[in-house]
């Protein structure tokens, strides 16, 4: 069964912190993996993408990583902001146009002063 | 800029009217859009896929008759909530993928209330 877990389910840090949030996945076939941020009330806004022969990207102060062989993604957060407070949902894909996707539940980040 | 767009993105109706909710693709054309709903602090649920020259694909649980969705062009999609019911209140969700990359679009969400 096609699946992506999210972990943890919900995290606080205090701003200026660093924090890494998990996705392991058990899809197949797999085409590429998305980290979305979506702030609240709003729709989901795409932080990287990463084919299966990719290992990591960054997008500012963003950081994924993906282990195709254990199935495995992370996302890195350096020097948190108080706007990085939203949830976080890593998405799969199955096929290269796109059009099968596979949601995680996401993680919910609090960043406080 | 934003690449999908909806609209409106509140919505306020009173139960039993039928509201019309629009998914533009801004800068390329989608053969294919997606509709979500999503509940507070939950992940978004795929509810259909939406098929430019044919039927609109549900998923499993939701019903057609009361979601309808119309793919009027490639680069519009509308789901029209009939009947409304306060559980139909929730954050209405589109997204297309932009063709080439694969990358997938999302619109800023429609907050539906049905009072």
């Known amino acids: 069964k096609n699946q992506v877990e999210q972990s943890p389910q919900s995290l606080i840090i205090l701003e200026g912190k660093n924090c890494t949030l998990q996705c392991n996945y058990t899809v197949s076939p797999f085409s590429n993996l998305r980290w979305y941020k979506q702030d609240t009330g709003r729709g989901p806004v795409s932080l990287t993408i990463m084919t299966f022969s990719e290992n990591t990207k960054s997008n500012g102060r963003y950081t994924a990583t993906l282990d195709a062989d254990t199935k495995q993604s992370s996302l890195h957060i350096t020097a948190s902001q108080l706007s990085d407070s939203a949830s976080y949902i890593c998405v799969v894909t199955l096929n290269q146009a796109g059009t099968a996707l596979i949601f995680g539940k996401g993680t919910t980040l609090s960043v406080s002063s | 800029g934003a690449v999908v767009s909806q609209h409106p993105s509140r919505v306020i109706c009173k139960s039993g009217t039928s509201v019309k909710i629009e998914c533009r693709s801004l800068d390329f054309q989608a053969t294919t859009m997606f509709w979500y709903r999503q509940f507070p602090k939950q992940s978004l649920m795929l509810m259909a896929t939406s098929n430019e020259g044919s039927k609109a694909t549900y998923e499993q649980g939701v019903e057609k008759d009361k979601f309808l969705i119309n793919h009027a062009s490639l680069t519009l999609s509308t789901l029209t909530v009939t009947s409304a019911h306060p559980e139909d209140s929730s954050f209405y969700i589109c997204?297309?993928?932009?063709?080439?990359?694969?990358?997938?679009?999302f619109g800023p969400g429609t907050r539906l209330t049905v009072t």
């Open positions: 997204s297309a993928p932009k063709p080439g990359l694969g990358e997938q679009y």
